[in-house]
């Protein structure tokens, strides 16, 4: 959850790196540093706070140098401060480490290198990582490269890490185990990272790093091996695929605004090349292999986090509804811990923005282990779900630099709809007439999101109204229900008001007692098949002069005679309301938090990919 750089090369580092932390600070922004070689002299600047702190506390330092490295922090051990922030040194000074992740066994580690001297100065697992380095290779008197090999054999965790030696000007060490890493490949340069966004702008050529590799990066060479030093013949080099225009806000005042208007195109992209509504087909060669096993399944199991774990409740609705296939959803940091019964005739699919997320690998590998076919939905390629599953599917999204997702949620959800469709055609028991009349109002979707984004002028408006409100309450039923919770946890993660998303029926077993006339109760309201249902509900709050907010189909008359605002969208088929409905609720976040004075693209406490549990 925290953000990496790393240079070697012929230009200046610091630039290189502080460019690149500005690129991932939406990682880690509790704290920021730098460590600098050059000539023999290790330089480090580390600040609390944003990447602009650090590089205002620089401003008039020494910044010279062709190696260096960087670092964004999400807190785990240690509170945000000056001393917790990376990089940290070995208690020599001569050994400087950045690590993204979690040392488990960092507390047992700590009290054996007390008793043989060390002095700890910060509160984190990562300087216990880089003393053991530095103890193991005195004691036993092994090279750097041999120590860090022991070292990490013996520490329980995640992680991801980059290491200077002082007296090696001409080397990184890299390496990483459940927690991403990416090496750009220059012309006598070299780019170390934990995503590809700080790299693509000097070069296309990646490698990932597979788990337990270590890559020792040369000023002309790279050597990539495994933890007992075996070397790794030929790595794999992808071509990366992202626009160095994608990672810029374009105009507008943030990323999450840039992201949701951007959602009429990357829904578009999520279906193009699977969707061929002429001709009433659905073509999805990630699953093409394993249809078999998918129309026989016992079962399909998604487990996913957050934002992802939404989508997958409405892959369940869809995927049950037209494949008849059951599906059962499940939060993945509970599904790794419970003894789930897993069988060989069950599929598991992963959803997961980064393909990093550490308690859905977790899962996927548990999945693995009963003998389950596990498949990924994921929106970055070369991260560690697309490596570990069967099989996939990309959701196209593009980079996605709001922590809160937005962009990210609909194209998952447009390939949950195409997987629906697709194992509906495939078992035979959608009618090909209704599937190509599914199939050529999917097509139109990307249009009529466009459309729905004439609203955000309304959700100003109503915005405005509400900036102030303590509670608020989102009803929603059938597949309207999951993006009630997705407009809650959107509302709480930028705007910090506290929200709940409840199925629509549900409000008279409890929420219905919070209702006043202050709160915001946001209702989807549009006419599908449980409209009427959804009008007695809006009723029911209406009777306690509770403010209702309805999300509504376009030329609706019914609801507008109750509700205090209405937003509409455009009339679609039942199985395409998330991608409509979710729009406006983002806009109405969005502004909120703005009103607010949030900050929307960083939410205090939130990173984009959690690695940690």
């Given at each position: 959850?925290?953000?990496?750089?790393?240079?070697?090369?012929?230009?200046?580092?610091?630039?290189?790196?502080?460019?690149?932390?500005?690129?991932?600070?939406?990682?880690?922004?509790?704290?920021?540093?730098?460590?600098?070689?050059?000539?023999?002299?290790?330089?480090?600047?580390?600040?609390?706070?944003?990447?602009?702190?650090?590089?205002?506390?620089?401003?008039?330092?020494?910044?010279?140098?062709?190696?260096?490295?960087?670092?964004?922090?999400?807190?785990?051990?240690?509170?945000?401060?000056?001393?917790?922030?990376?990089?940290?040194?070995?208690?020599?000074?001569?050994?400087?480490?950045?690590?993204?992740?979690?040392?488990?066994?960092?507390?047992?580690?700590?009290?054996?290198?007390?008793?043989?001297?060390?002095?700890?100065?910060?509160?984190?697992?990562?300087?216990?990582?880089?003393?053991?380095?530095?103890?193991?290779?005195?004691?036993?008197?092994?090279?750097?490269?041999?120590?860090?090999?022991?070292?990490?054999?013996?520490?329980?965790g995640a992680y991801a890490i980059v290491i200077i030696d002082k007296n090696n000007p001409n080397q990184i060490i890299a390496s990483r185990k459940g927690s991403p890493m990416v090496i750009g490949i220059g012309k006598g340069e070299y780019f170390i990272a934990s995503d590809a966004t700080p790299i693509v702008e000097y070069t296309k050529n990646v490698i990932y790093l597979n788990d337990n590799e270590i890559a020792y990066v040369k000023r002309d060479a790279i050597v990539i091996t495994d933890i007992d030093n075996e070397i790794v013949d030929n790595p794999y080099i992808q071509q990366l695929d992202i626009k160095l225009e994608m990672l810029e806000k374009g105009g507008f005042n943030h990323f999450m605004l840039k992201e949701i208007y951007e959602q009429a195109r990357s829904v578009r992209d999520s279906m193009r090349g699977r969707i061929y509504p002429n001709e009433g087909h659905v073509k999805l060669s990630g699953i093409a292999d394993y249809v078999e096993l998918f129309k026989n399944a016992n079962r399909i199991i998604i487990v996913a986090c957050g934002t992802s774990w939404h989508a997958g409740l409405v892959g369940e609705y869809l995927i049950e509804e037209y494949a008849r296939i059951p599906v059962e959803v499940e939060y993945a940091s509970e599904f790794r811990y419970r003894n789930p019964i897993i069988s060989e005739g069950d599929i598991v699919i992963a959803i997961s923005?980064?393909?990093?997320?550490?308690?859905?690998?977790?899962?996927?590998?548990?999945?693995?282990?009963?003998?389950?076919?596990?498949?990924?939905?994921?929106?970055?390629?070369?991260?560690?779900?697309?490596?570990?599953?069967?099989?996939?599917?990309?959701?196209?999204?593009?980079?996605?630099?709001?922590?809160?997702?937005?962009?990210?949620?609909?194209?998952?959800?447009?390939i949950l709809t195409l997987i629906a469709f697709y194992l509906a055609q495939e078992k035979?028991?959608?009618?090909?007439?209704?599937?190509?009349?599914?199939?050529?109002?999917?097509?139109?979707?990307?249009?009529?999101?466009?459309?729905?984004?004439?609203?955000?002028?309304?959700?100003?408006?109503?915005?405005?109204?509400?900036?102030?409100?303590?509670?608020?309450?989102?009803?929603?039923?059938?597949?309207?229900?999951?993006?009630?919770?997705?407009?809650?946890?959107?509302?709480?993660?930028?705007?910090?008001?506290?929200?709940?998303?409840?199925?629509?029926?549900?409000?008279?077993?409890?929420?219905?007692?919070?209702?006043?006339?202050?709160?915001?109760?946001?209702?989807?309201?549009?006419?599908?098949?449980?409209?009427?249902?959804?009008?007695?509900?809006?009723?029911?709050?209406?009777?306690?002069?509770?403010q209702v907010i309805a999300i509504v189909t376009e030329g609706d008359t019914e609801v507008k005679k109750m509700a205090d605002y209405v937003i509409e969208i455009p009339d679609a088929n039942e199985a395409f309301l998330p991608l409509l409905a979710t729009i406006p609720l983002q806009l109405l976040s969005y502004h909120i938090a703005v009103l607010r004075g949030c900050n929307v693209d960083q939410p205090r406490n939130l990173a984009k990919s959690v690695t940690v549990e």
């Open positions: 959850m925290c953000g990496i750089v790393g240079y070697i090369g012929h230009r200046n580092a610091y630039q290189i790196v502080i460019s690149g932390l500005h690129r991932l600070e939406y990682r880690g922004y509790d704290s920021a540093g730098v460590a600098l070689l050059h000539c023999g002299e290790l330089n480090i600047y580390k600040k609390v706070g944003k990447v602009s702190d650090l590089e205002l506390h620089a401003e008039k330092l020494n910044k010279t140098g062709t190696l260096g490295m960087g670092h964004t922090r999400w807190a785990t051990h240690g509170p945000p401060n000056d001393v917790n922030s990376h990089p940290h040194l070995s208690g020599d000074g001569q050994l400087a480490i950045i690590h993204n992740g979690i040392i488990e066994n960092y507390s047992s580690i700590k009290e054996e290198l007390k008793l043989r001297g060390h002095i700890f100065k910060s509160d984190t697992d990562t300087e216990v990582l880089i003393h053991l380095i530095e103890d193991i290779k005195k004691e036993a008197h092994l090279t750097l490269e041999e120590a860090v090999q022991v070292a990490l054999k013996k520490v329980i923005q980064s393909g990093e997320t550490a308690d859905t690998m977790a899962a996927l590998n548990l999945a693995k282990e009963k003998g389950a076919t596990i498949f990924g939905i994921c929106n970055v390629v070369g991260a560690s779900i697309p490596r570990l599953t069967d099989a996939g599917i990309y959701t196209h999204a593009g980079p996605e630099i709001g922590v809160a997702s937005t962009k990210a949620f609909t194209a998952q959800v447009t035979g028991v959608l009618p090909y007439s209704k599937l190509t009349t599914l199939l050529t109002e999917l097509d139109k979707i990307p249009d009529l999101i466009q459309q729905t984004l004439l609203c955000d002028i309304a959700c100003l408006e109503i915005a405005d109204k509400f900036k102030d409100a303590t509670n608020a309450l989102f009803l929603g039923r059938g597949v309207g229900f999951p993006v009630a919770l997705e407009g809650a946890l959107k509302l709480k993660e930028i705007s910090y008001i506290h929200a709940e998303g409840y199925p629509a029926a549900e409000m008279k077993h409890g929420p219905i007692a919070l209702i006043d006339e202050k709160m915001p109760v946001i209702v989807i309201a549009t006419q599908n098949s449980s409209y009427e249902k959804v009008i007695s509900n809006i009723q029911e709050v209406k009777a306690r002069k509770g």
